[in-house]
């Protein structure tokens, strides 16, 4: 019942996605600056350099050094939806997650992503406008990716926290 259900959300958000993705959903490298400096600031937190690495993923990671953005995420992802992406992994350092590679598991995903969101309406981007990401996600990878929860409850968790 479950499952019908998140299919049937499924179809809903790739319509919603489809009539409401901006026509240029891109992010300039100066843009992604900005948003990373306005993060940083706005929530008081401490922060790694932030590298941009070309690879056509939608994709953003954290290791113990630095934060990670694909230029694929730079390509189709707009404004809202990258600051969710960099709040997201600076959370993750925030909690030391880089370090924590045996602990790595849906707990540790779901808050940042509900922290990330935080950061980014801090700076401006309503939760939801920022969650649109994970129609995204759902309409390219399904229900679920690795150690995060299934992108209709990640979208859930982010318009209603």
């Given at each position: 019942m479950v499952r019908?259900?998140?299919?049937?959300?499924?179809?809903?958000?790739?319509?919603v996605s489809?009539?409401?993705?901006?026509?240029?959903?891109?992010?300039?490298?100066?843009?992604?600056?900005?948003?990373?400096?306005?993060?940083?600031k706005k929530n008081k937190l401490d922060a790694p350099p932030l590298y941009?690495?070309?690879?056509?993923?939608?994709?953003?990671?954290?290791?113990?050094?630095?934060?990670?953005?694909?230029?694929?995420a730079m390509k189709y992802l707009d404004k809202a939806e990258m600051a969710l992406i960099l709040g997201h992994e600076l959370t993750h350092?925030?909690?030391?997650?880089?370090?924590?590679?045996?602990?790595?598991?849906?707990?540790?995903e779901d808050r940042a992503d509900v922290f990330g969101a935080e950061y980014a309406k801090n700076i401006g981007y309503p939760k939801c406008q920022q969650?649109?990401?994970?129609?995204?996600?759902?309409?390219?990878?399904g229900?679920?990716?690795?150690?995060?929860?299934?992108?209709p409850v990640r979208y859930h968790n982010i318009c209603n926290a």
């Open positions: 019908k259900m998140f299919s049937i959300i499924g179809i809903v958000w790739v319509l489809i009539t409401s993705s901006p026509a240029n959903a891109s992010v300039t490298l100066k843009e992604v600056k900005s948003i990373y400096k306005a993060l940083i941009v690495v070309k690879n056509n993923d939608i994709n953003g990671f954290t290791l113990k050094d630095k934060i990670v953005i694909t230029t694929g350092w925030k909690f030391n997650d880089a370090y924590s590679w045996f602990e790595v598991g849906t707990f540790m969650a649109q990401l994970f129609i995204l996600f759902h309409y390219l990878y229900e679920h990716e690795g150690h995060h929860s299934l992108n």
